[in-house]
C-alpha cells in the first residue's frame, strides 16, 4: 500500500488492517469500521483490504455487549500491519494497555497508519501518539480526555483524519470515517457504492455533530428555553442563578420558571442539577479523578452536597459508581418504589 495514500493518491495494493480488541469494546463501532472494508472489497471484486482481529491474550476478546470475538493472536504478534485500529468501548481506564501501547508505539515507528474507535483515542494518546495531532473521542469521554491530556487537540468532531492517525467517535461514526478512509484510497465512487450497501444514505463530513441536536434529544423547540439549557450544558464548575440564566434570554425569572414547568416539567435549578449530576457520572466511571475534584469540576461546593444529591438522583453514591463496573443506573426518578440507603440506615453515604 501507498503509505502516503491518505491524501489524494489511489492505492493500488491490498492493505492489511489490524484491529485491536480492548476488553469490553463496542460492538457497533467496530462493525461499523470493519463491514464498509468488507464491502469495499466485495464492491471492487477484489482484496482491497485485508483484516484480522488482535486481543490481549490471542484468543477471544468479550465486547460490551457480551459477545466473545475470536481473535488472530496477541497484540505483540500484530506485526508489518498497513494499519492497526484500537476499539474500545467501555471502562478503557480499567484496564492495562502496556503490551497494546508497545505494539503501537513500534508499528508508528516504521510507518504504520494509526487510529481509534469510540474510546480507543484513550489508548493512543495514553500512548502518546497523538502528540501533534488532531483528534476525537465519544462525548461521553470527551470531558475526561481532554483533563487529562490538557496538551492535545481533541474535538468533538465525528471524526479526525490526521495524516496517519484517525479517530472517530464511535456508533455508526466510525463507518463515515472508513468510507472516508476508502474514498481517499480509492475514489468516492467505491465509498458511495459501499455506503449504498450499509443502506447508509450519505457519508457524513468529519466535523459534523456527533450529539443529536438538543430540540431532537429535548423534544422541545421553544428557542429561548434551547437557549438556557445549551448555557446549562456548557458551565459545570461555575452554574449560573435562575434569574443571571433568565437575564441571557430576556425573560423574567419567574417567565422562565414558568417555560422550564410546562416543557420540561422541573425549575431550572432541578435540570441544572441533573444536568451537572450527569456529567459527574461520566467524569466518575471514565477517569480516576478524585471523588472531590469530580465534585468541584461540577459545581458542588462540599462533598457531602454532591453525595446527597448524586444518591438522589442516581440511587447510589459515587463512591458505589466507582467501584462497579456495570451498566450506569437507573436515575431514582424513573424507578418506583426506589429508596436510599441513608433513608433507610440513617448514615450518611461516604463519597
Sequence with gaps: MEQAGYGSAVAVETTSVGFMLVAQFSMIAFTSAI???????????????????????????????????????????AQGLDMLIVCGGL?????????????LRRSAARGTAIGAVCTGTYVLAKAGLLDGY???????????????????EIGSDLFEIDRARFTCAGGTAAADMMLSLIARAHGASLASDVADQLI?????????????????????????????????????????????????????????????????????????????????????????????????????????????????????PPSAERKSSTTPPVPRARREGAVRRSEVTGRREPV
Design 134 to 152: 488532531r483528534a476525537t473521542i465519544h462525548w461521553e469521554n470527551l470531558a475526561s480526555l481532554a483533563s487529562e491530556h490538557d496538551s492535545l
Design 200 to 316: 447508509h444514505h450519505r457519508i457524513r463530513e468529519a466535523d459534523e455533530r456527533q450529539r443529536m441536536d438538543l430540540r431532537m434529544r429535548l423534544g422541545v423547540a421553544h428557542p429561548k428555553l434551547l437557549q438556557v439549557v445549551a448555557l446549562m450544558e456548557k458551565t459545570f464548575a461555575e452554574p449560573l442563578g435562575s434569574q443571571a440564566l433568565a437575564d441571557t434570554v430576556r425573560l423574567s425569572k419567574r417567565q422562565l420558571e414558568r417555560l422550564f414547568l410546562k416543557y420540561l416539567g422541573c425549575s431550572p435549578a432541578k435540570h441544572y442539577l441533573h444536568v451537572r449530576l450527569d456529567h459527574a457520572r461520566h467524569l466518575i466511571r471514565q477517569t480516576a479523578m478524585p471523588l472531590l475534584t469530580v465534585a468541584i469540576e461540577c459545581g458542588f461546593s462540599s462533598a457531602s452536597h454532591f453525595s446527597k444529591a448524586y444518591v438522589d438522583h442516581f440511587g447510589r
Design 91 to 103: 471502562d478503557i481506564h480499567r484496564h492495562d494497555h502496556q503490551a497494546l501501547q508497545s505494539t
Design 35 to 77: 463491514e464498509p472494508l468488507r464491502l469495499a472489497n466485495r464492491a471492487a471484486g477484489r482484496d482491497l483490504y485485508r483484516y484480522s482481529l488482535w486481543s490481549a491474550d490471542g484468543k477471544t476478546c468479550e465486547a460490551s455487549n457480551g459477545v466473545e470475538v475470536r481473535a488472530t493472536g496477541r497484540f505483540e504478534e
